[in-house]
């Protein structure tokens, strides 16, 4: 007889990660799956002190992962200002004040997630009359722009004479001076002065971190940028930290970050170093054999790179901007290639689109068959484009929430554009790997509501939807989720296999049995980690 199980997992519905199956039940020994059948068999398993949970006829996943995260700085906002529960402006300074009442920060008073649908460019002056003698700075949802008080600009010496950095800008009023509102580049203006978190203050917030995304049914997740960015300390350390001290049980990976503007002469270097942290991280158990590049920006910024001038901007044949010329973006490519690292690169244009596929087309004729590429968010893609993923081996890395109509995108990309982007059924027709993520806390984290919109295309209370026929399936979602991100962020399979490790979700109800305009409505109730519970909602425990 098969040792006793740990934990049981019964009556539910098993999707293993690529099918639904007919199997009802999970047993679990250790942190290892060692049954997967019936309720009878797998009860058969439960030892004397086993832990028994009934699923109550939902599903149960493998353990969502998530393909692209940046779950530190997300903690450490959580524990900051956090001002994605906003649903007004009045609500968003509200949030603000009541912060700084309770006194929160050193010297500076940083945080982030304003949305850009209450007022079109924020004004320090907002600011001002909330606090003005302390600096200010805040990132909107999709961490491209910052907002600041006066003060803030006053002390990074941005004021009407500052010249416009490459890549960004300073938003100014009639008299030329700055308003408060920076995008891209120009936000590292600020970003550069502010005192990083500290690595006290990283490790609780990727704790923070852990435990949220728990909740939400995710065991593990890839780090978007391991590196100093825009003002943020490398958080490579809080990882080390958690896994030595054996706190962060998560699967975890992360991706080191190409700083923008890297000359082709410069990347030789880079790879060195790169070659070198990989093998002290790997050496304490963290995973970092990826490379991130941002190719370019954001439409509703008009800061991503697209093949044609953005709306209203024609004559001037404004259509942004990549944050490396062509030849560093080739040269860092074909090289890291080579070294062995995966590229994941955050693209929004089709320009850049286009130029990341020549160049990963290069690396493959140099190299051969290599690292699984993939390429984030997606938001407008060639159709002949989109068809090239799958012969060069690159993997869709999806933010499905966003494949949703967006109004607020139309001005400055135009509704032809915005129906064609996020074309992920011809991206899977055409053969390409998925893998899907949040951008966490660029959007909310959790992956039902991601899982809907990929299947449904649209929220509800949008008008149509993005794009007919691009929808993927349920299974298709799923996967992508499960199994596509765990393969390719992680290296595992991802799947509830005998013999894998216990990292499993348990839905509110069986997904593939209720209508799919319904997917919104499912909840994650038990989440599994290593072959323990974690998390488990009120109604469940």
Known sequence: MESPADLCITNGRIFDGRARLDHTAVAIKSERIIAVSDDETVLALAGSEARVIDADGGAILPGFVDAHVHAVFAGVERRSIDLTGASSLEETL??????????????????GGWSHEFFDHPTADLLDEICSDRPIALSDAGHHTLWVNSLA????????????????????????????????????????????????EMYAGLLNAQQHLWSIGVTGWHEAILGDYNGKADCTDAYLRGIAEETVPSRTSGALWI?????????????????????????????TSTAKAMIDGVPHGRTAALLEPYCGLEETDDSGAMHFDEPAIAAFVLALDAAGFALHLHIMGDRGIRTALDAIELARRANGPGPRHHIAHLSMVQPDDARRFGPLGVTANMQALWAAPDPHVVPMIGQERMSA???????????????????????????????????????????????????????????AYTSGSASLVLGECGRIRVGERGDLTVSSCDPFSIPAEELIEVRTTTTVVGGVVVHESPESA
């Open 259 to 287: 700083p923008q503007g890297l000359r082709a002469e410069d990347v030789p270097d880079l790879v060195d170093d790169f070659v070198r942290r990989r093998e002290q991280n790997a050496q304490a158990g963290f995973l």
């Open 421 to 479: 982007g996020y074309p992920f059924r011809t991206l899977a027709d055409g053969g390409a790997d998925l893998a899907m993520g949040s951008d966490w806390p660029v959007s909310p984290s959790e992956p039902w509501w991601a899982i809907h919109v990929a299947v449904n295309r649209s929220l509800p209370g949008d008008d149509g939807v993005l794009g007919e026929g691009q929808g993927l399936t349920l299974t298709e979602a799923l996967s």
């Open 153 to 200: 600009l006053k002390l990074a010496g941005i004021d009407a004479t500052t010249p416009q950095p490459h890549n960004g800008h300073i938003h100014r009023n009639e008299s030329g001076e700055p308003t408060g509102y920076l995008n891209e580049s120009a936000a590292e203006l600020v970003g550069a002065i502010i005192p990083p978190a500290s690595p006290d």
């Open 94 to 111: 509200e949030l603000i004040a009541e912060a700084i009442s309770r006194g929160i920060g050193d010297e500076w008073i940083t945080g």
